[in-house]
């Protein structure tokens, strides 16, 4: 079934709508024209049978030729004046005068008025009804005044008049003429409008979403309107622009991750290549080796890193917290990289404000954070003369953890780009021993327990980076 279009549903309630005010409209103005017409028709025909009413009077006064003529001609007058013919009945239904020569035939004759409007008549009312003239089958509608001399009844005055001069029939088809036409105009103006305000919009934005469903993130859609299509358009650029970057982020990950991958997997396929096809000499295959086992371990930690930042950014990442001393985790962090600290000659001093620091946190992630920091200060740490300093403190509701080094700064362009996955400020140097995902991973973590971490330039000294955590009483 083809879907119906949104112009098509707004035509069709716009001119349903339409379409019923002016049937209620064209509806009383009908009914109300019909009433006053009607009425203002009475009283019209009052005043003729008045007229007439005069002429009759004054025959009957006269009765002489004279007089008759009289009358004869003032309902010839009202015949050519306004279409209705005049009858005078006697008191026993009996037609002495008529206004036209086509009714000379009921001169003399009795008319059959029913007993039930003769008493009526008798009583002074006066009568409306509708007739069908038999001579020529004319219809119309005939109203029927007593004439009174003295208190006495001396018999009736007819006027009739067709229906084609009597009802509004003519003004009643020019009104619904034009309700229709009001609401066949309103719909064809209501759709020129509609296409060009909303529904060529509309069309724009969905063949834009359309293209962006099927990759083409740069399109943008330019509608100039302050209304909510604007609104509308705008949102759907941000969104563009928002899909855009995240585009842009996906194919930096995905060529990240190749290169960061592709290099070790290189560099051990060519070493186990060398060593099977005999190249490799036999004294040096073992230090080949052990070069194709560091290979493997940091091709180890890169899918390792790789799937904690996807557990925590699907929101699969579940943190055991319990009740920690931060001062015995960093103990035990800074005597796990006793090695890499001694390799590289490094001092390092450890300031705690007070023997123990009890925070709320997950103990192997935050082991995890204090690690890489601590990583990070080594790899960018001085050569000779290299110094490391740790320190914790408690502040309000929080334990600050800041760790310095005395390496160089970090360039003002790159340090908000430090948190960015693969983002390395000197890769030349950190290529075989960095995935890059270090502190991407740390902020992640600390985000996970509602935490927070920044990094300081110490101008002309080092870089100091400083993390929180929940402080936890005794």
Excluded at 3 to 15: A, E, H, M, N, Q
Excluded at 88 to 93: A, L, S
Excluded at 232 to 253: G, H, P, Q, Y
Aim: net charge neutral.
């Amino acid at each position: 079934m083809r879907k119906k279009g949104l112009i098509y549903k707004l035509l069709l309630t716009f001119s349903s709508i339409t379409a019923a005010v002016m049937i209620l409209v064209g509806m009383f103005l009908s009914t109300w024209i019909n009433r006053e017409y009607s009425r203002e028709e009475l009283e019209r025909t009052a005043r003729y049978i008045e007229i007439v009413e005069e002429a009759t009077s004054e025959f009957l006064n006269k009765n002489n030729e004279v007089g008759y003529e009289d009358l004869k001609n003032t309902m010839k007058i009202i015949k050519v004046s306004v279409e209705m013919d005049s009858i005078i009945v006697d008191n026993q239904g009996y037609v002495y005068a008529v206004s036209d020569e086509r009714l000379d035939y009921l001169k003399y004759s009795k008319l059959d008025i029913k007993d039930s409007d003769m008493k009526l008549l008798k009583s002074g009312e006066m009568l409306q009804h509708n007739f069908i003239r038999r001579d020529d089958e004319v219809k119309g509608t005939a109203y029927l005044k007593p004439l009174f001399s003295n208190n006495n009844f001396n018999g009736v005055i007819i006027l009739t008049k067709p229906i084609s001069s009597v009802n509004a029939s003519n003004l009643y088809t020019i009104i619904w003429l034009s309700v229709l036409s009001a609401v066949i105009l309103s719909s064809i103006v209501a759709y020129y409008f509609a296409k060009k305000i909303l529904i060529k919009p509309l069309s724009e934005i969905n063949n834009a979403a359309k293209k962006l469903a099927q990759g083409e993130v740069e399109k943008r859609v330019y509608i100039d309107s302050q209304d909510e299509i604007g609104d509308l358009a705008e949102s759907f650029n941000i969104m563009a622009e928002s899909l855009e970057k995240v585009d842009t982020v996906r194919r930096e990950f995905i060529s990240n991750v190749s290169h960061e991958i592709r290099s070790p997997i290189t560099s051990i396929k060519g070493f186990v290549t060398g060593i099977i096809d005999g190249v490799i000499p036999r004294d040096k295959e073992n230090y080949y080796l052990n070069i194709v086992n560091d290979e493997v371990s940091r091709l180890s930690r890169l899918v390792t890193d790789l799937l904690d930042i996807s557990s925590m950014e699907s929101g699969k990442f579940n943190l055991n917290i319990i009740r920690m001393d931060i001062n015995e985790i960093i103990t035990l962090c800074t005597l796990n990289l006793e090695g890499k600290i001694k390799e590289k000659n490094i001092k390092v001093d450890v300031i705690f404000n007070k023997n123990h620091e009890y925070c709320l946190g997950d103990r192997d992630r935050i082991i995890q954070v204090v690690t890489n920091i601590l990583e990070n200060a080594i790899k960018y740490g001085r050569e000779q003369g290299g110094r490391i300093q740790i320190e914790t403190y408690a502040k309000g509701d929080h334990i600050y953890v800041s760790i310095f080094n005395n390496g160089p700064n970090i360039p003002r362009e790159d340090i908000n780009k430090i948190w960015e996955r693969f983002y390395k400020t000197d890769k030349s140097r950190t290529n075989k021993i960095s995935t890059g995902l270090g502190l991407s991973i740390v902020r992640l973590i600390l985000t996970q327990h509602n935490q927070d971490i920044w990094v300081n330039n110490i101008q002309g000294k080092g870089v100091k980076f400083t993390f929180t955590l929940k402080r936890e009483e005794k």
